[in-house]
Protein backbone atom coordinates (compact mmCIF):
# COMPACT_ATOMS: atom_id res chain seq x y z
CA UNK A 1 0.00 0.00 0.00
CA UNK A 2 1.23 3.49 -1.04
CA UNK A 3 1.57 5.35 2.27
CA UNK A 4 3.46 8.56 0.74
CA UNK A 5 1.90 11.71 1.99
CA UNK A 6 0.68 14.25 -1.53
CA UNK A 7 0.90 17.29 1.21
CA UNK A 8 4.46 18.64 2.43
CA UNK A 9 5.28 18.08 5.50
CA UNK A 10 7.23 20.83 7.71
CA UNK A 11 11.07 20.54 8.27
CA UNK A 12 11.42 18.21 11.08
CA UNK A 13 11.61 20.04 13.93
CA UNK A 14 8.61 22.16 13.16
CA UNK A 15 5.62 21.23 14.97
CA UNK A 16 2.98 19.32 13.67
CA UNK A 17 -0.15 21.62 11.35
CA UNK A 18 -2.89 20.93 13.36
CA UNK A 19 -6.39 21.80 12.17
CA UNK A 20 -10.06 20.98 14.19
CA UNK A 21 -11.23 17.52 13.27
CA UNK A 22 -14.37 18.70 10.82
CA UNK A 23 -11.36 20.51 8.68
CA UNK A 24 -9.59 17.49 7.92
CA UNK A 25 -12.57 15.02 7.03
CA UNK A 26 -12.58 15.83 3.56
CA UNK A 27 -9.34 14.22 2.96
CA UNK A 28 -9.85 11.12 4.98
CA UNK A 29 -11.48 7.93 4.62
CA UNK A 30 -14.84 6.58 6.39
CA UNK A 31 -12.32 3.77 7.93
CA UNK A 32 -10.11 6.61 9.39
CA UNK A 33 -12.68 8.96 10.51
CA UNK A 34 -13.83 5.58 13.00
CA UNK A 35 -10.74 5.91 14.47
CA UNK A 36 -9.36 9.80 14.60
CA UNK A 37 -12.75 10.86 15.29
CA UNK A 38 -13.21 8.46 17.79
CA UNK A 39 -14.00 9.68 21.71
CA UNK A 40 -13.89 6.52 23.73
CA UNK A 41 -10.57 4.94 24.49
CA UNK A 42 -7.59 3.95 22.06
CA UNK A 43 -6.02 1.37 24.18
CA UNK A 44 -9.42 -0.82 24.51
CA UNK A 45 -10.06 -0.15 20.51
CA UNK A 46 -6.43 -1.14 19.44
CA UNK A 47 -6.20 -4.13 22.51
CA UNK A 48 -9.67 -5.53 20.53
CA UNK A 49 -8.72 -4.44 16.73
CA UNK A 50 -5.62 -6.49 17.22
CA UNK A 51 -6.14 -9.60 18.72
CA UNK A 52 -4.89 -12.32 19.83
CA UNK A 53 -1.85 -10.04 19.74
CA UNK A 54 -0.85 -8.77 23.13
CA UNK A 55 -1.05 -5.39 23.54
CA UNK A 56 1.64 -3.36 25.22
CA UNK A 57 3.21 0.23 25.86
CA UNK A 58 7.16 0.79 25.03
CA UNK A 59 8.26 3.66 26.53
CA UNK A 60 10.39 5.96 25.01
CA UNK A 61 10.62 8.98 26.96
CA UNK A 62 9.69 10.65 30.23
CA UNK A 63 10.96 13.86 31.62
CA UNK A 64 10.26 17.25 32.94
CA UNK A 65 10.85 19.44 29.76
CA UNK A 66 9.90 22.72 27.80
CA UNK A 67 7.06 21.40 25.17
CA UNK A 68 6.64 22.83 21.92
CA UNK A 69 5.01 26.22 21.61
CA UNK A 70 1.73 24.49 20.16
CA UNK A 71 1.54 22.21 23.13
CA UNK A 72 1.46 24.95 25.46
CA UNK A 73 -0.51 27.44 23.86
CA UNK A 74 -3.34 23.82 23.73
CA UNK A 75 -2.67 23.73 27.54
CA UNK A 76 -2.82 27.58 28.02
CA UNK A 77 1.31 27.41 29.48
CA UNK A 78 2.99 30.49 29.27
CA UNK A 79 6.49 30.20 26.93
CA UNK A 80 9.14 28.52 28.47
CA UNK A 81 6.77 26.60 31.16
CA UNK A 82 7.94 23.56 31.95
CA UNK A 83 5.79 20.27 32.12
CA UNK A 84 5.95 16.59 31.79
CA UNK A 85 6.40 15.11 28.70
CA UNK A 86 5.63 11.27 27.91
CA UNK A 87 6.57 9.67 24.94
CA UNK A 88 5.38 5.87 23.74
CA UNK A 89 4.54 3.62 21.25
CA UNK A 90 1.21 1.70 21.86
CA UNK A 91 2.34 -1.64 20.06
CA UNK A 92 0.13 -4.93 19.23
CA UNK A 93 2.76 -7.25 19.59
CA UNK A 94 6.27 -6.16 17.86
CA UNK A 95 4.54 -3.92 15.81
CA UNK A 96 3.99 -0.36 16.90
CA UNK A 97 0.65 0.74 16.06
CA UNK A 98 0.81 4.35 17.65
CA UNK A 99 3.21 6.68 18.59
CA UNK A 100 2.33 9.06 21.38
CA UNK A 101 3.40 12.42 23.20
CA UNK A 102 1.57 13.29 26.32
CA UNK A 103 1.98 16.83 27.81
CA UNK A 104 0.95 18.21 31.21
CA UNK A 105 1.68 21.10 33.18
CA UNK A 106 3.03 20.59 36.39
CA UNK A 107 0.74 22.52 38.48
CA UNK A 108 -1.96 19.60 39.48
CA UNK A 109 0.25 16.84 38.32
CA UNK A 110 -1.13 13.71 40.14
CA UNK A 111 2.52 12.38 40.27
CA UNK A 112 2.34 9.88 42.33
CA UNK A 113 0.40 8.06 39.63
CA UNK A 114 1.86 9.09 36.70
CA UNK A 115 5.17 9.36 37.56
CA UNK A 116 4.88 4.98 38.04
CA UNK A 117 2.85 4.46 34.90
CA UNK A 118 6.06 2.99 33.48
CA UNK A 119 5.02 0.45 30.64
CA UNK A 120 1.74 1.28 31.42
CA UNK A 121 -1.15 2.96 29.45
CA UNK A 122 -2.31 6.39 30.28
CA UNK A 123 -5.38 6.23 28.74
CA UNK A 124 -6.34 3.02 30.90
CA UNK A 125 -5.79 5.71 33.66
CA UNK A 126 -7.60 8.73 32.17
CA UNK A 127 -10.42 6.75 31.15
CA UNK A 128 -11.12 5.50 34.73
CA UNK A 129 -11.49 8.89 36.24
CA UNK A 130 -15.12 9.17 36.97
CA UNK A 131 -15.19 13.31 35.78
CA UNK A 132 -12.71 13.22 32.89
CA UNK A 133 -13.72 15.92 29.88
CA UNK A 134 -12.13 15.70 26.44
CA UNK A 135 -11.87 18.36 24.58
CA UNK A 136 -12.22 19.00 20.73
CA UNK A 137 -10.47 16.71 18.82
CA UNK A 138 -7.68 18.08 16.11
CA UNK A 139 -5.64 16.40 13.17
CA UNK A 140 -2.55 16.27 11.40
CA UNK A 141 -1.25 15.13 8.31
CA UNK A 142 2.40 16.07 9.72
CA UNK A 143 4.79 13.10 10.77
CA UNK A 144 4.99 12.83 14.90
CA UNK A 145 8.32 13.65 14.71
CA UNK A 146 10.21 12.13 17.65
CA UNK A 147 9.48 8.28 16.24
CA UNK A 148 11.07 7.18 12.96
CA UNK A 149 7.76 5.44 11.72
CA UNK A 150 5.43 7.22 9.99
CA UNK A 151 1.61 7.10 9.55
CA UNK A 152 -1.39 8.99 7.81
CA UNK A 153 -2.88 10.80 10.71
CA UNK A 154 -2.21 12.20 13.77
CA UNK A 155 -4.71 13.30 16.33
CA UNK A 156 -5.15 15.64 19.82
CA UNK A 157 -7.15 16.88 22.42
CA UNK A 158 -6.98 17.87 26.16
CA UNK A 159 -8.03 15.54 28.69
CA UNK A 160 -9.14 17.29 32.28
CA UNK A 161 -9.69 15.55 35.19
CA UNK A 162 -10.53 17.78 38.04
CA UNK A 163 -7.42 19.86 38.17
CA UNK A 164 -5.65 17.84 35.91
CA UNK A 165 -5.13 18.56 32.44
CA UNK A 166 -2.98 16.73 29.87
CA UNK A 167 -2.67 16.99 26.04
CA UNK A 168 -2.41 13.78 24.50
CA UNK A 169 -1.09 13.54 20.62
CA UNK A 170 -1.99 10.11 18.83
CA UNK A 171 -0.22 9.21 15.39
CA UNK A 172 -1.96 6.06 13.85
CA UNK A 173 1.34 4.51 12.25
CA UNK A 174 1.41 2.83 8.54
CA UNK A 175 1.63 -0.62 10.35
CA UNK A 176 -1.39 -0.22 11.84
CA UNK A 177 -3.06 0.80 8.34
CA UNK A 178 -1.28 -2.15 6.96
CA UNK A 179 -2.52 -5.09 9.54
CA UNK A 180 -6.16 -3.77 9.89
CA UNK A 181 -6.41 -3.26 6.13
CA UNK A 182 -7.21 0.27 6.27
CA UNK A 183 -6.49 2.55 3.13
CA UNK A 184 -3.60 5.28 2.61
CA UNK A 185 -5.51 8.29 3.84
Do not use: K, N
Not at 21 to 28: E, F, G, K, R
Not at 126 to 144: M, N, S, V, W
Not at 149 to 157: E, H, M
Amino acid sequence: MDRESTVSAPHPSAPPRWRPLAAAYPAMSPAWRRWVGARDSLTLRLTEAGRPRPFRVQLLDQRIATPRRDEAQALGLPPGRQAWLREVALCLGEAPWVAARSVAPLEGLPDHELERLGERSLGAWLFRQPDLERGTIEATEDPAGFHPARGPWGRRSVFRHGGFQVLVQEWFLDAMADDLGLPSR
